[in-house]
């Protein structure tokens, strides 16, 4: 631990982040089978909540369910508004066999759903119900992964609230397993080449539709994972604009600024830090590409002069 900021070397639990990965895919397809569509895919979201991972309320029907990943006592909980409620237990097993319990209990609930079985973003798709090979699953690591993106959901709430213009909620993509949040400029961006790995590109032309400014977290890209920054389109000189801290560069094979987790992490405000990352990556983009940032802009203090 650093603080509150809990380390873990991405090479102590690659293969239970890889099993956990294809279950998020699976419970963030159900939300997407129910929820309707929200620009830019937010309907398909996870967040990050005070057990784990939450899907909030899906509708169905004339209620609404909902799926939570525990991390504290390790069961998938599925939660309907008639007040029924199952468990599915987190523990070394298949994506195969993940998959199968967490159909048959919503069947159980009377949500029957259907989602194509088959993961996207990664360079080999297995089917879920033939995926034997990821089967591994540390809780204690899982654990200090969930206590991470607690850290990075609360910094990256901050760094939100200093936009007004549109911007996304920090939610838990499941395709790239990363936590994420992006401001928009209001204009139209050109279509998005595609390209990702088992992923059609018309997804890509949703997501990438406007112009924008997004940051997220992964465990992936360093030792203990990574920060990214990134602007669609990426205007001219973006690359070179001086970013801080120290430890941040840019990486041309991503097209992306990164930040090492452990920059944040052993520095001595790791807030202050990360803040430093979040804010001049996106000044870069809003200042190279003429965002109207006195317009999209405040002082996320602004009320306090009412309260007093």
């Known amino acids: ?18 099993t956990l990965h294809m ?22 979201a996870l967040y990050v909540s005070p057990r784990g991972l939450t899907t909030s309320a899906i509708p169905y029907a004339d209620g609404v369910f909902d799926l939570e990943f ?16 199952r468990a ?30 088959v993961p996207n973003e ?3 798709a297995i089917p879920f119900e033939q995926d034997t090979t990821h089967a591994s699953y540390d809780g204690a690591a899982v654990q200090r992964f969930w206590r991470q993106l607690i850290q990075v959901d609360r910094v990256f709430g901050i760094y939100r609230s200093r936009f007004v213009g549109k911007s996304s909620p920090v939610h838990f993509f499941w395709g790239a397993m990363d936590l994420a949040c992006t ?16 992923c059609a590109d018309w997804v890509m032309l949703e997501g990438y539709s406007q112009e924008l400014a997004s940051c997220g977290f992964w465990p992936g890209g360093g030792e203990e994972g990574a920060f990214y920054a990134y602007a669609y389109p990426e205007p001219p000189g973006y690359s070179e604009h001086p970013i801080g801290p120290e430890a941040a560069e840019y990486r041309r094979e991503l097209g992306e600024f990164v930040l090492p987790y452990e920059a944040v992490a052993e520095s001595a405000d790791p807030d202050r830090t990360l803040l430093e990352f979040l804010d001049s990556s ?24 009412h309260l007093r």
């Open 282 to 305: 996106y000044e870069a983009a809003a200042t190279l590409a003429d965002w109207d940032r006195g317009f999209l802009e405040d002082d996320p203090q602004r009320l306090r002069k």
């Open 183 to 198: 401001r928009f400029s209001g204009r139209t961006a050109p279509p998005h080449p595609g390209g990702a790995p088992n």
């Open 70 to 85: 525990d991390f504290v006592e390790h069961r998938l909980l599925a939660r309907t508004s008639a007040g029924e409620s």
């Open 122 to 124: 990664v360079q080999v």
């Open 1 to 18: 631990m650093s603080g509150n900021w809990p380390r873990l070397r991405v090479a102590e639990w690659t293969d239970t982040r890889d």
């Open 23 to 44: 279950w998020t895919q699976i419970v963030g397809k159900i939300r997407m089978a129910h929820a309707p569509l929200v620009n830019h895919w937010w309907e398909v």
């Open 88 to 117: 599915v237990a987190l523990e070394p097993k298949s994506v195969a066999d993940f998959y199968g319990e967490v159909t048959e209990t919503l069947a159980a609930l009377r949500v029957p759903t259907t989602i194509r079985p």
